[in-house]
């Protein structure tokens, strides 16, 4: 390490609290798929701020929009009419399914927005005494009190945080029979997402999904998908509900949605929107005029650009390269999987030091569940740069540290 970035975990140290474990990577910018460290190093990114910077890295089409919204209005609050906000939930709910949009300012916040809404909804309009919501094995849901809870996943995410809420109940991992026994008449809903991320990017059988529908069908019970790291393009479709054919009762959306800024939105029917009325759920900063204006252009992007099939097209590029190096490292990769360019590829062997041996070689992605390199990269990135990840992979499994 640098002297450079000695000198910045110091600074680091002293006045920010210990809640991440950073890589030991001091970025200092970026460009399309590109990051920078402090020294000039260039790092392949197949991480993309955890599938946020979709577009890319530092896109001028994007800065020019924030500048110029930037010098004509950033905040008035949501007690206005904002033209910005309304361009961009017209933009939304004609990608999909729903009618109605709340925005927000991240993931984590959507997901507690949609829990609200559901429960809401429940009491108020169809006057029903449900609350629980059923999540599944190793999902995740973010970090709020609510959404920690509604996480399929025990250690540190909840570790000290008790007593936790009520109402929520985890079933394993597609079991349609778990999930059958676990609805009660005080099931608000079942939330999932289509493509489990942290999980360790595990797609729903669509089996499993039907009969879901089904359940929640004949339960009067809420479908709530979380799309906060799937959507947005990112799995071959603008939603990955979209695969399989349905239209969930209220879905969140957040990551990717303005390519960096902070920025979520939870969308519904006009049937579940009437759960929410005025003052019964608020946020200072969502969906303020500067990220609309920001998130507008990412959408126009996305469709005039037709993200979700290049992303479609690369997916399958990635699966092809993966499946080859998964025939030369029988011993070492156990297995391959994922929608569009969000991928795992499933290692035999200790995680980490195929990690660190991937970062020492450049390039930068996650590891997930101890064993699982999650891919999601800018939409953006080059059979090229598959390349050149799918050979460093091979060099780093080819040698004595995997």
């Known amino acids: 390490m640098s002297q450079k970035f000695d000198e910045m975990v110091k600074r680091e140290n002293s006045v920010i609290c210990s809640t991440y474990g950073r890589y030991p990577v001091a970025v200092s910018h970026g460009r399309d798929c590109r990051l920078y460290d402090l020294d000039g190093n260039e790092y ?4 993309a701020g955890i599938a946020v910077c979709s577009l890319g890295h530092s896109r001028e089409d994007l800065a ?13 609050s949501n007690l206005f009419y904002q033209a910005p906000q309304i361009e961009l939930a017209e933009k939304l709910v004609a990608t999909c399914g729903a009618d109605k949009v709340f925005f927000c ?52 995410i909840k570790d000290g945080f008790e007593p936790l809420p009520q109402g929520f109940l985890t079933v394993p991992f597609n079991d349609i029979e778990a999930l059958q026994q676990a609805v009660t008449p005080q099931t608000a809903a079942i939330m999932m997402e289509m493509v489990q991320g942290e999980g360790g990017v595990r797609p729903l059988e669509p089996a499993y999904v039907n009969a879901v529908m089904d359940i929640c069908r004949k339960n009067g019970v809420l479908l709530i998908v979380d799309e906060v790291q799937s959507g947005m393009c990112r799995t071959g479709k603008f939603w990955a509900h979209q695969h399989y054919g349905i239209t ?20 519904a029917t006009d049937e579940v929107a009437k759960g929410f009325a005025p003052g019964s759920h608020a946020t200072t900063f969502g969906g303020g005029a500067l990220v609309s204006a920001v998130a507008s252009k990412v959408l126009d992007i996305m469709n005039e650009q037709d ?43 200790e995680g980490k030091p195929v990690w660190n041996g991937l970062l020492e070689r450049r390039f930068i992605c996650n590891l997930t569940q101890g064993r699982i390199l999650r891919l999601v990269p800018p939409l953006t990135i080059t059979r090229d740069d598959v390349r050149a990840f799918m050979a460093a992979l091979d060099d780093v499994l080819s040698s004595p540290e995997a």
């Open 307 to 349: 993200m979700a099939e290049r992303a479609r097209e690369m997916g399958e590029f990635v699966k092809a390269e993966a499946l080859k190096l998964k025939e030369r490292h029988p011993d070492k990769i156990q297995g391959v999987r994922g929608l569009g360019l969000m991928f795992g590829i499933e290692l035999s062997v």
């Open 44 to 47: 392949i990114d197949f991480l």
């Open 248 to 267: 969930p009762d209220i879905f969140t959306s957040a990551k990717a949605l303005a390519n960096g800024l902070p920025m979520g939105a939870v969308l």
């Open 64 to 76: 020019d929009v924030m500048a110029e919204q930037a010098r004509k209005l950033v905040h008035a």
């Open 105 to 156: 300012n991240s993931g984590a916040e959507a997901n507690e927005g949609a829990i609200k809404l559901a429960r809401r909804y429940m009491r108020k309009v169809r006057n029903e005494d449900r609350y629980e919501i059923i999540t599944l094995a190793r999902s995740f849901h973010g970090r709020t009190l609510s959404t920690l809870t509604a996480t399929g996943q025990t250690g540190l």
